[in-house]
């Protein structure tokens, strides 16, 4: 399903949809059945009251468990801020954080001078292109030294990390200048067709765990888009 119609789809669920209805099971259940089979929509129903009480791996078996159920789409993120990333990338060593299957890395590999890698926790056998290198990792733990990458890029990840100051402690770590990160600007409620763990309904929601006033931080119709020079 594209992109840009699921975040229409899901702008009107949270953002119109009035919070007495959109936190009712029974109201709720219907629409996560059309969308899954019934062991994966009971999943995502009992993820938010299951999620206080993980441990290390814990989301990360969910995930697995989950990753055929999600809607299957080329990428996450919308048109605007794809093009916001490609426009504003530095430098020719380039790491995507947590890259999925591939497809922003791909686009950015397209300028053959850069060095492109993707990082993932399922680095699937299907990732063949030449002039990218994939490797195994988790955001919290990126298999590479201090400042080893021009740019850094991280989407659609640091909702689900439990421990998200230590995952950004890490993507700067690993930044030598250009630091890209996107989230989606989603309001919390008890059920959602998504694995998160944080959420971001205004700019400040997100700018009280990067704490640095002199990023640039916009919002794209359902994402937020942050970049910071280190």
Not at 60 to 67: A, E, M, R
Not at 131 to 149: L, S, T, Y
Request: hydrophobic fraction near 40%.
């Amino acid at each position: 399903m594209n992109r840009n119609l699921t975040t229409k789809i899901a702008f009107v669920l949270d953002q119109i949809l009035p919070p007495i209805l959109r936190d009712q099971k029974w109201f709720m259940w219907p629409l996560f059945r059309i969308l899954f089979d019934q062991k994966s929509a009971k999943m995502f129903m009992q993820f938010k009251t299951q999620a206080p009480f993980f441990k290390d791996g814990d989301f990360d078996n969910w995930y697995c468990t989950l990753k055929k159920a999600h809607i299957q789409r080329p990428t996450d993120l919308n048109d605007d801020c794809l093009k916001h990333i490609i426009k504003n990338i530095v430098g020719k060593k380039i790491l995507d954080i947590a890259c999925g299957r591939g497809y922003l890395l791909k686009c950015i590999a397209q300028e053959k001078s850069r060095q492109c890698y993707g990082v993932d926790l399922d680095i699937s056998a299907e990732f063949t292109e030449e002039n990218i290198i994939w490797q195994k990792g988790h955001v919290n733990f990126i298999p590479f030294e201090d400042k080893a990458f021009d740019t850094v890029i991280c989407t659609h990840t640091l909702e689900h990390i439990l421990d998200i100051e230590g995952a950004i402690r890490e993507l700067r770590r690993v930044c030598r200048k250009r630091l890209i990160i996107v989230v989606p600007k989603q309001r919390e409620y008890k059920y959602t067709f998504d694995l998160h763990l944080h959420f971001f309904p205004y700019l400040f929601s997100f700018l009280k765990f990067m704490r640095n006033k002199e990023a640039i931080c916009h919002d794209e119709f359902t994402d937020i888009y942050y970049q910071e020079d280190l």
